[in-house]
């Protein structure tokens, strides 16, 4: 039964994130250079609607949060890593998939490479372990608990700064 | 004139809420939240076992994200098949193998975007599991 709303969902947000051309080379590149913001209005959309819902969802006693730790080595190195990839391939993880589903064969190459990618991180998972992924280990930390602010207090801020940022986009044709 | 309509792209601020809605509700009735990098470990295990399957079972990080197909696994194969038939329903599915972008600054070459693809997508991936994202 999960398999199945697995797929049900990857459907529906294939469909968006193809209608929105949001998973073409050209508009991620375009983010990339700072001259098409239109995956960042997507994602920043989707971002501020997830963070009432799911809130809201917490709040309600319906869902919980799945909060990652905060690992600095891991998400600095790992951030600028994958960023270089990124701009390379054009596609990220999630995306490549959406691109080859409206028949861009180089998200192939991609796929190929990214199963690699995770086959030789696979490899150095152990050492990595031990070194990398101990510096500067925070735990699990939202961003309520790092400003010492009630979670509605904050959520407003962040809606009302995304809106602005989203304006101060469309004010300058990005 | 009907296929320029037609292929119109969605306003992405509402495409974008429409995904924000799609979480919530995946997360309300399955307590899924959306992701993709770690079926990349999982079908990479899966494919190292066909030659080596005592040593993916050794390994920790194939102990920790176990080859198998789960719900994330099925959201990532949804996606193709999602943007599949949104693309196929508009009028906007195209086979191409070099991106209009990358053909008119690097050339046409298929063997140089298709490598630098790969390189690219084993460099993201690697930095995407470092990042744990």
Redesign the interface.
């Known amino acids: 039964m999960?398999?199945?709303?697995?797929?049900?969902?990857?459907?529906?947000?294939?469909?968006?994130?193809?209608?929105?051309?949001?998973?073409?080379?050209?508009r991620q590149?375009?983010a990339l250079l700072l001259q098409d913001m239109?995956?960042v209005?997507?994602?920043?959309?989707?971002?501020?609607?997830?963070m009432v819902?799911?809130y809201l969802?917490v709040d309600l006693g319906?869902?919980?949060l799945?909060v990652?730790?905060l690992?600095l080595g891991?998400?600095v190195?790992?951030?600028?890593?994958?960023?270089?990839?990124?701009?390379?391939?054009?596609y990220?993880?999630?995306t490549?998939?959406?691109?080859?589903?409206?028949?861009?064969?180089?998200?192939l190459?991609?796929?190929?490479?990214?199963?690699?990618?995770?086959?030789?991180?696979?490899?150095?998972?152990?050492l990595?372990?031990t070194t990398?992924?101990t510096w500067g280990d925070y735990g699990k930390l939202t961003l309520p608990q790092l400003m010492g602010q009630h979670r509605w207090v904050l959520i407003p801020w962040f809606c009302v700064l995304g809106y602005a940022f989203?304006r101060w986009l469309h004010k300058r044709g990005l | 004139m009907t296929a320029s309509t037609r292929a119109k792209?969605?306003?992405?601020?509402i495409?974008?809420?429409?995904?924000?809605?799609?979480?919530?509700l995946?997360?309300?009735?399955?307590?899924?939240?959306?992701?993709?990098?770690t079926?990349?470990?999982r079908?990479?295990?899966m494919?190292?076992q066909t030659v080596a399957a005592e040593r993916v079972a050794a390994?920790?990080?194939?102990k920790k994200e176990a080859p198998k197909?789960?719900?994330?696994?099925?959201?990532?194969?949804?996606?193709?098949?999602?943007?599949?038939?949104?693309?196929v329903a508009?009028g906007?599915?195209?086979?191409?193998?070099?991106?209009?972008?990358?053909a008119a600054r690097f050339g046409p070459g298929t063997g140089k975007?298709?490598?630098?693809?790969?390189?690219?997508?084993?460099?993201?991936?690697?930095?995407?599991?470092?990042?744990?994202?």
């Open positions: 999960e398999l199945i709303f697995g797929l049900i969902t990857g459907v529906l947000f294939g469909i968006l994130l193809q209608r929105s051309e949001v998973i073409r080379y050209d590149l375009g239109t995956i209005k997507f994602m920043l959309t989707t971002i501020l609607v997830g819902g799911v969802l319906l869902a919980k799945a990652k730790p690992i891991g998400t190195l790992g951030g600028l890593i994958f960023g270089a990839g990124w701009g390379l391939l054009g990220c993880p999630g490549s998939g959406g691109a080859l589903g409206e028949g861009r064969l180089d998200a190459a991609g796929i190929a490479g990214m199963l690699v990618g995770a086959g030789l991180f696979a490899e150095a998972y152990p990595l372990k990398v992924l989203l | 792209p969605w306003n992405p601020y495409a974008g809420a429409l995904a924000g809605l799609l979480l919530v995946s997360v309300w009735i399955t307590g899924k939240y959306f992701g993709a990098s079926t990349f470990v079908a990479a295990g494919v190292e390994m920790p990080y194939f197909v789960d719900w994330q696994w099925m959201f990532v194969v949804g996606i193709v098949l999602g943007s599949c038939a949104a693309s508009s906007t599915f195209r086979v191409q193998a070099v991106p209009d972008r990358f975007r298709f490598g630098v693809a790969f390189l690219g997508g084993a460099v993201a991936m690697f930095g995407a599991r470092l990042a744990d994202g």
